[in-house]
T-cell receptor, first 115, second 113 residues
Framework: KAGVTQTPRYLIKTRGQQVTLSCSPI?????VSWYQQTPGQGLQFLFE???????NKGNFPGRFSGRQFSNSRSEMNVSTLELGDSALYLC??????????????FGPGTRLTVL | QKEVEQDPGPLSVPEGAIVSLNCTYS??????FMWYRQYSRKGPELLMY????GNKEDGRFTAQVDKSSKYISLFIRDSQPSDSATYLC?????????????FGKGTKLSVKP
């Protein structure tokens, strides 16, 4: 069974630009969550999508947005990039069936560098 | 006070040692507890998932949850060089599958041959 895939794996942008990252969940998984990982703050939750609707949201500015498609694939967008947005962006998927042991599985991440 | 505190290490042990990794938390609503392992330049990999208090064992790994003390632990027996990685604790009030996992900052472990 294929794992969570994220594209692109590496990205370099300049301040003020915008970026779109893509995530394909494990087959059968309906929930997709996004996290930002930095050395200073660690892993921080951005938002979660389930059945094309945002179900949970973390404490990030409105420049960070996302969406989910009918096939459960998800994209996140960051507009007006700032130097502090340089991070590893991780996508995680889960069945979200409420069953025992149902939890999140992570992709390899997209490393974004803002110059 | 951060919701989840985890000693960042680094922690260096000889091969074969027993490793103890710990997290404390402040939110009494947390009921779902996870340990992830992250190798350099990779995404976190789920190691252990427990609900509420108690112990769970899987091979060389044992997870313990003490909700009364708001303290969770991961023990690694017979540690191997391949266990060298960063270990992240994570927890949630809503269930492990529903977004918004709160992570510790991770403990970097090095197992020396």
């Amino acid at each position: 069974k294929a794992g969570v895939t994220q594209t692109p794996r590496y990205l370099i942008k300049t301040r003020g630009q915008q970026v779109t990252l893509s995530c394909s969940p494990i087959s059968g998984h309906r929930s997709v969550s996004w996290y930002q990982q930095t050395p200073g703050q660690g892993l921080q939750f951005l938002f979660e999508y389930f059945s094309e609707t945002q179900r949970n949201k973390g404490n990030f500015p409105g420049r960070f947005s996302g969406r989910q498609f009918s096939n459960s694939r998800s994209e996140m967008n960051v507009s007006t990039l700032e130097l502090g947005d340089s991070a590893l962006y991780l996508c995680a998927s889960s069945r979200s069936s409420g069953g025992a042991g149902d939890t999140q599985y992570f992709g390899p991440g997209t490393r974004l560098t803002v110059l | 006070q951060k919701e989840v505190e985890q000693d960042p290490g680094p922690l260096s042990v000889p091969e074969g040692a027993i490793v103890s990794l710990n997290c404390t938390y402040s939110n009494s609503a947390f009921q779902y507890f996870m340990w992830y392992r992250q190798y350099s330049r990779k995404g976190p990999e789920l190691l252990m998932y427990t609900y509420s208090s108690g112990n769970k064992e899987d091979g060389r790994f044992t997870a313990q949850v003490d909700k009364s003390s708001k303290y969770i632990s991961l023990f690694i027996r017979d540690s191997q060089p391949s266990d060298s990685a960063t270990y992240l604790c994570a927890m949630s009030a809503q269930g492990g599958s529903q977004g918004n996992l709160i992570f510790g900052k991770g403990t970097k472990l090095s197992v020396k041959p």
